[in-house]
């Protein structure tokens, strides 16, 4: 890859779901240009990167369900001597044009990932310390920031950031972020620290999709104490609790219990229904779902609640047990879109496979004005 005319992409996403991140971004591309004379993408499986060939097609980050990373590949070193990493690796640096806002050395979400994780952990000030003399590498940003807004926003301020990905100990690829058109943590991985009170882990999914999906001010605006919410699948609580910790007062619908601090909460009116039977008495500000059903069936219940008024907005979990995964997501997505369009209803929505997601993806449904 390293003098080809092609421009060459490094994509992380979840082990296992290789095949699936580059399917989707191939079919970004082409959506552009008709993809010619390229390498088929360079995929192992369950090693939770891809490595795809495009020719001059640029791919957007946000719109890509299954890449938690978007990458530009500029380089790859492929016999690191164990003894001196650092001096292949500032050559090719001092290669490439530019200076970096930030340096960020990643490893696969693997176990064999991790077991490289102290080593990058050493190597970072070292590394940076020797790029910051080079002058490749500007300043010490912070390695975590919040997404900032793509619409709008200043393109001038942010210069990339450089990555050293190590897929193992003896070889590293060289490439390049663009702060505005990738996601702004450390191996794409919003990290959520689990709160004690919260009845379930899957809380973290919730907190991760408010990250992930909305910014600042768009959480302050949209999740507000007084809101209301309805919860369809809500026991043990973990969504629930993400709310009710914002002052917001939740319909928990589910035929399974309420645990902990949710069973008798004063924000919590719990309903042991059907959720795709449930209608609210009045429009509420938020549905969030998480029941375990057919995408095709949770795309309809979501669409429903759209087009009758009940909700303003959603998030909601699509279940991917199959293998045609983005075939059911398609027909999913597709299904909304299409009905919301056709009720004439304005919206936007982003859909994500989170860092806490499984065999699932989340998505963000939210009605704007015309
Ligand atoms: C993955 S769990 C939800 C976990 C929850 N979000 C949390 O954070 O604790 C799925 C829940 O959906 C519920 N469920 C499945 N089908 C349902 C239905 N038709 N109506 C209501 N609840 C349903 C199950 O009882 C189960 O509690």
Same mark, same amino acid.
Not at 20 to 48: F, M, T, W
């Given at each position: ?5 092609? !421009?060459?992409? $490094? ?9 699936? =991140?580059?399917?989707?971004?191939? %079919? ?13 993408? &360079? ?9 795809? &060939? $495009?020719?001059?097609?640029? @791919? =957007? ?5 299954? *890449?938690?990373? /978007? ?14 990493? $650092? ?8 290669? /490439?044009?530019? !200076? ?11 176990? #064999?990932?991790? !077991? /490289?994780? *102290? ?19 500007? #300043? ?27 897929? #193992? ?37 919730? *907190? ?7 910014? %600042? ?17 809500? &026991? ?9 910790? %914002?002052?917001?007062?939740? !319909? &928990? ?8 601090? /949710? ?25 969030? =779902? ?20 009940? =909700? %303003? ?14 075939? *059911? ?24 496979? @989170? ?16």
């Amino acid at each position: 890859m390293n003098k080809t005319k092609n !421009t060459h992409w $490094l994509l992380y996403c979840r082990p296992g779901f290789e095949q699936d =991140c580059a399917q989707e971004a191939l %079919r970004q591309a082409k959506q552009q240009k008709p993809i010619i004379g390229i390498e088929q993408p &360079a995929i192992v499986a369950d090693s939770g990167y891809v490595i795809i &060939a $495009l020719n001059e097609q640029s @791919l =957007c980050y946000r719109e890509l369900i299954f *890449a938690r990373q /978007l990458i530009r590949l500029h380089h790859s070193i492929e016999a690191l001597p164990e003894r001196d990493r $650092l001096t292949p690796i500032l050559a090719a640096v001092a290669a /490439l044009p530019g !200076t970096f806002g930030a340096l960020w050395l990643e490893v696969p979400d693997t176990n #064999d990932g991790k !077991t /490289l994780s *102290a080593f990058t952990r050493r190597f970072q000030p070292l590394l940076e310390e020797k790029l910051q003399e080079q002058g490749k590498l500007q #300043d010490n940003s912070p390695k975590t920031v919040r997404p900032e807004p793509v619409e709008g926003s200043a393109r001038t301020e942010k210069l990339p950031r450089l990555h050293i990905f190590f897929p #193992d100990k003896s070889s590293a690829l060289i490439g390049s972020s663009d702060p505005y058109n990738s996601a702004a943590a450390i191996m794409g991985i919003v990290r959520q620290s689990m709160p004690a009170e919260a009845p379930s882990r899957s809380t973290l999914k919730l *907190a991760e999709a408010i990250e992930v999906f909305m910014d %600042r001010s768009e959480q302050t605006r949209l999740l507000r104490q007084g809101m209301t919410a309805v919860d369809l699948g809500a &026991a043990p609580g973990g969504w629930t609790w993400q709310l009710v910790r %914002r002052g917001i007062r939740v !319909t &928990a619908v589910d035929n399974g219990p309420m645990k902990g601090v /949710l069973a008798k909460h004063p924000l919590v009116e719990h309903l042991k229904q059907d959720g795709f039977k449930f209608a609210p008495r009045k429009t509420v500000d938020w549905l969030v =779902c998480d029941m375990v059903e057919k995408p095709s069936k949770v795309a309809k219940l979501i669409e429903d609640w759209f087009a009758a008024g009940w =909700c %303003r907005h959603a998030i909601f979990n699509l279940k991917l047990p199959m293998k045609q995964r983005l075939v *059911a997501l398609d027909s999913a997505l597709g299904g909304i879109r299409k009905r919301l369009d056709e009720e004439g209803i304005n919206y936007r929505m982003m859909a994500k496979q @989170l860092y806490h997601d499984r065999e699932e993806v989340t998505v963000f449904l939210t009605k704007t004005k015309g």
